[in-house]
């Protein structure tokens, strides 16, 4: 276990007995061959939540409005992924209308649809607090350098009594048919509401560059879980 790794672990202790708010999140690729054989995997910790996450946190804890028209330090709003501002007169999540673990909103992203959700890119470009965008997204498509998203999979609850741990784990397959590699380096976490968005929450760069083979096909889930003091 690297020096970093435990410093989180401690961290996390520390809030659970301080009873301070630290979600955690992990990052786990898998790349599987037609066969069957998985042929790359690997797991990183996700530490790369945005402005926009930490907003949307603070809307939701302090019940206050994400109002501001200008996005920056200091201001409640959200920018989305065509850069336009979104300051609204009512909460992000909580008066969210559908159900957003089973309708196509939230995480869970449409068949096809590489807007929102869990989506790929090919940028080597480092992390960023401030980033609203996937830098180099891979669109959706059997062409040279494209990707076939699927329908993201329901959400997996999970509540571990010993640990005092909540975990919700967002998964999805993404399938390469487009008769060449593909090379990823980068995956988002999109939000999208109803009427709203999509807004980037986190952008991890990977490790290691990911190779998918011609008729391959991707898995990455994404875990965040909440340890809770009692």
């Not at 940028?123 to 990707?147: K, R």
Request: a negative charge; charged letters at 15%.
């Amino acid at each position: 276990m690297n020096t970093e790794e435990k410093e989180y672990q401690k961290l996390s202790k520390m809030g659970q007995s301080l009873g301070v708010i630290i979600p955690e999140c992990f990052l786990e690729i898998e790349v599987k061959l037609t066969s069957g054989e998985v042929c790359s995997h690997y797991k990183q910790r996700s530490h790369s939540w945005v402005r926009n996450a930490y907003n949307l946190m603070m809307t939701q804890l302090g019940a206050i409005n994400a109002s501001d028209v200008t996005f920056g330090a200091g201001l409640m709003s959200e920018k989305k992924v065509d850069s336009g501002i979104l300051g609204m007169a009512n909460q992000m999540v909580l008066d969210q209308p559908l159900n957003v673990e089973t309708d196509p909103t939230g995480y869970r992203s449409a068949s096809g649809n590489a807007g929102y959700g869990i989506v790929v890119g090919s940028s080597i470009q480092a992390e960023s607090f401030e980033n609203s965008i996937l830098i180099t997204p891979i669109a959706n498509g059997v062409g040279a350098g494209q990707l076939s998203y699927n329908l993201a999979e329901v959400p997996v609850k999970s509540y571990d009594v010993p640990s005092l741990t909540y975990s919700v784990a967002h998964v999805r397959y993404i399938n390469n048919n487009s008769g060449g590699n593909v090379l990823v380096n980068e995956v988002a976490l999109i939000a999208r509401g109803v009427s709203y968005g999509p807004f980037l929450m986190s952008r991890d760069h990977l490790l290691a560059t990911v190779t998918i083979p011609s008729t391959g096909q991707l898995k990455v889930t994404y875990t965040i879980s909440l340890v809770y003091p009692a």
